[in-house]
Each structure stands twice: as structure tokens, then as C-alpha cells.
């Protein structure tokens, strides 16, 4: 059966800055078609250097959309076109535009901001834009100003502006404050779908997927790998005797001497019940078996205890490396061939047998 890949937050991210990117297309041709279609209303009523300079804005928007289309680099894209906007704002605020309405654009800026930047970065460009307005409202005479604006027109330029910066930056706050909340969720639930929930380890379906990569590995550049299916012994006996909680805890702390024992490449899982299987990445047989038998001897000399009482564990364990086996499933059932015989020949033993296991190793009662 075919396993449907869980999103993940990077996926999620990604989607997201394909969405972003898809949407400064949008308003990059939007763009377009606004200062083509205002430059036409402002040539026919006899304003040509306003249309033209409008037209000429149109180059800039061109070769922005170009770059993107050749690079696919989102962050210049975005610099990009934030800079011609910021440009052309700064012209209209300073000319007027038509009849003095060129700061009304100055309202696109703060949604546009907030959503294509970060929440301090939106404020302090908009900062800029506040301090840009003040100076030409209050310097009319400066070089390149020649815009007249009505004090009624400043105040409610400045009031209205302001109340539309902070509900966009509330509304930005609480749709960031979501999606960190949404992706929390998500590696949560991406982190539960992969691990067992007791013991920590990986969980078998998760084990499952990574046999798979380490084989399709195995098959593409020859590196070799081991697996080692463990068991713990009489573990009924525990439940039995000791009650689920002191199963729990045995659980749990072979977990944590198994985390000790391997490396950082190797993964553990709880297989199903008191199995265990561990995958042993660039690992040839005989180093599996060395490892296991390290495990197998510090379950040995650990005490397992509950309540005061001092429970006898042991583990059997079945190792078999990919150069016996021609699929996985032929691996996996070798490891439990071996497994079996560890049992049958007394547990608390490594198969196949490795010289350096004690001679006098007895089962456990």
C-alpha cells in the first residue's frame, strides 16, 4: 500500500511563498494596467509629464516581473517591487498627482507592508512614510514639491492613515500569532504520526519509511546497512507480576539505554509490544552484531526497578545485514529467524552468536 506524505511546516511554508510570489505577480501586472490606464486619463486631460512619468514607472514593474521570471528569486522580487512602489509614492505625494489626490494611493501601503514584510519591518517603513509625508506637507517650497495640500487635508490624511496602519497591524498580528499556533499543531501532529507515544522511539510506520530510503540507498550506491530485531525477554511475566505501569517503565527505560547506545545515524523503533527494531545505516554485519551485543549486555547489568521491587530483564536479539537478503521483507525475516533461535537457545543472547557474549549467560526466570 502506497503511504500519502504528511504536509509538513516546510511544506507549508514553501506553499505559502508560492503563494506570496503569485500574488506580487498579480499586483505587479495590476500595476500595469493602473499606470497605463491613469497615464491615458492624465495625457487626455493635458497632463503629459504626469502620463509619462506614470508610463515610465511601467519599466521598472517590466523588468522586476522579467528578473523573477529568469532567477525565481522571491526575496528581489519582493524588494523589487516594494522599492518601485515606495518610488512611485514618493513622486505622487510630491507632485499631487492629479488635483492633489496622489497621497490617497499612500493607503495601499499599509496592508501591502504588513503581509509582504514583517510586523517591525511594516512599521518602520511606514515610519519613513509618515516622516516623507510630514516633509512635504511642511515644506512646500523644497526642490522637486509641487504639491499644495489644505491643513483639513493633512489632518485627515494623517488620522485616516494611522487608523488603517494599526487594523492592518492587528489584523497581521492575529493572522501570524494563528499560523505559528497552526504550525505548532503541525509538528506536533508530524511528530506524533512518526513516534511511538511511550517510549519515544520511532513509532513502525515511521521505521517502515526509513527501511524503504536505506534501501532504495543500498540500491542506488551500494552502501550497506543492518538491522537488529530485539525482544525482551518474558516480558508477559513483567506485566504478570509487576502490573502494565512496571511494563511501562521497563518500556521506557530500555528506550532511553537504546538512545545511549546507538548513534546519531541509526534509528530506533518500538516495532509492536516488546519488540524493538533498530536500523544500522553503513553498517556491516559483524559491527551490528557488536552493537547489539553492547546493548544487550548493558540491559544486563541494569537494574530495572518499581516500587522497590527489582525486576529481571533481559533481551534477545536477531541482527541480519542487507547483503543476506534481497528485499526488505527477506531482511526483516531473517532478523526474526535469528531472533527465534537467540530465544530457543535461551535468551539474553545475541543470533547469530558472537564470541565475545558470555559463556554463562542463562534466561531469565
Not at 50 to 59: D, E, G, M, P, T
Not at 181 to 186: G, I
Not at 316 to 331: F, R
Request: aromatic content about 10%; glycine content about 6%; proline content about 3%.
Amino acid at each position: 500500500m502506497t503511504e500519502h506524505a504528511q504536509p509538513t511546516p516546510a511544506m507549508s511554508s514553501e506553499h505559502e511563498a508560492r503563494q506570496v510570489s503569485r500574488l506580487l505577480t498579480g499586483l505587479s501586472a495590476m500595476a500595469l494596467v493602473c499606470l497605463t490606464g491613469i497615464g491615458i486619463k492624465a495625457w487626455y486631460s493635458e497632463h503629459y509629464f504626469h502620463a509619462w512619468i506614470l508610463w515610465l514607472f511601467n519599466v521598472p514593474v517590466l523588468a522586476n516581473m522579467a528578473w523573477f521570471a529568469w532567477t525565481r528569486n522571491r526575496e528581489i522580487q519582493k524588494t523589487g517591487l516594494l522599492t518601485v512602489v515606495a518610488l512611485l509614492f514618493t513622486y505622487l505625494i510630491a507632485s499631487g498627482g492629479e488635483s492633489s489626490t496622489g497621497p490617497l494611493w499612500f493607503y495601499v501601503l499599509p496592508p501591502l507592508l504588513f503581509f509582504l514584510t514583517s510586523l517591525k519591518g511594516g512599521v518602520a517603513i511606514l515610519l519613513f512614510c509618515y516622516l516623507l509625508a510630514i516633509v512635504v506637507f511642511q515644506f512646500p517650497d523644497l526642490p522637486g514639491v509641487s504639491a499644495q495640500y489644505s491643513t483639513d487635508f493633512k489632518i485627515r490624511f494623517f488620522v485616516t492613515l494611522t487608523f488603517e496602519a494599526i487594523f492592518c497591524f492587528v489584523l497581521e498580528a492575529g493572522r501570524l500569532k494563528a499560523r505559528t499556533k497552526l504550525e505548532a499543531f503541525a509538528r506536533a501532529h508530524e511528530h506524533a504520526a512518526r513516534t511511538d507515544e511511550l517510549t519515544g522511539l520511532a513509532n513502525r510506520r515511521e521505521m517502515q519509511n526509513r527501511l524503504n530510503a536505506e534501501y532504495l540507498r543500498f540500491q542506488r550506491s551500494g552502501h550497506h546497512f543492518s538491522v537488529a530485531l530485539i525482544d525482551l525477554d518474558l516480558f508477559k511475566q513483567i506485566n504478570d507480576n509487576y502490573g502494565h505501569d512496571a511494563g511501562d517503565i521497563v518500556l521506557q527505560r530500555f528506550a532511553d539505554l537504546t538512545r545511549g547506545i546507538i548513534r546519531q545515524t541509526d534509528v530506533a523503533a518500538r516495532w509492536g509490544g516488546e519488540e524493538f527494531l533498530l536500523l544500522l545505516p553503513d553498517t556491516t554485519l559483524l559491527q551490528a552484531l557488536a552493537l547489539a551485543e553492547r546493548l544487550r549486555s548493558e540491559v544486563a547489568r541494569t537494574e530495572f526497578r518499581h516500587q522497590d521491587a527489582l525486576m529481571p530483564v533481559t533481551i534477545s536479539a536477531g541482527v541480519c545485514s542487507i547483503s543476506k537478503a534481497g528485499s526488505v521483507d527477506e531482511l526483516l525475516k531473517l532478523a526474526d529467524i535469528q531472533l527465534y533461535s537467540a530465544k530457543q537457545d535461551g535468551r539474553n543472547r545475541i543470533a547469530p552468536r558472537v564470541r565475545s557474549q558470555d559463556a554463562d549467560t542463562t534466561p531469565s526466570a
